[in-house]
């Protein structure tokens, strides 16, 4: 046998044995050592990996919550805010639509309702609690939100 062969061979021994006991050592040892490099994955081994990382670090949907909210914010201050150069006291219409298209095309839709209620909720304490230099950071980041 190859370098290769022998190499495709540990890594579906591992991989049966995990499935077998489900301890994930059987997946690291080889992954530490390189033998999951460059080589074909049996089927099955992408999903077992990512669901093994899951239950360590579970994503809760509080986490999806603040991500979600993170985006709205951002993308409400690119498209007010930065577009126009001045802070509103209204909740601008056109710039919600805007988020709700682009939870959409994200593949992760999110009800218009919802966007307004995290809005009304908790922009206004997220936009008074960043600083300039966030401001400056963000302002670098709009990419595809310049002033119009």
């Known amino acids: 046998m190859s370098p290769r062969s022998d190499q495709i061979a ?3 021994f591992a991989f049966s044995m995990y499935e077998k006991t489900s301890h994930g050592d059987w ?6 050592s390189g033998g999951a490099t460059n080589i074909p994955w049996p089927v099955g081994l992408a ?3 990512a669901d093994l990382i899951e239950k360590a670090e579970p994503w809760t949907s509080r ?6 909210d993170t985006w709205i914010f951002y993308l409400y201050w690119r498209e007010t805010e930065y577009r126009t ?3 509103g006291n209204k909740f601008n219409k056109r ?3 805007e988020i ?10 999110k009800e218009i309702e919802t966007i307004r209620t995290r ?3 908790h922009y206004l304490h997220w936009r008074s609690s960043i600083s300039e230099q966030k401001i400056s950071e963000m302002m670098d980041a709009a990419g595809d939100g310049e002033k119009s």
């Open 95 to 97: 710039a919600i639509r």
């Open 10 to 12: 540990e890594l579906h």
């Open 63 to 68: 986490d999806q919550t603040q991500s979600d």
């Open 47 to 49: 999903e077992a990996l």
């Open 100 to 109: 709700e298209n682009w939870f959409e095309a994200r593949g992760t839709p």
């Open 27 to 32: 997946l690291a040892g080889i992954i530490r």
């Open 119 to 121: 809005l009304r909720s």
């Open 85 to 87: 150069g001045e802070k």
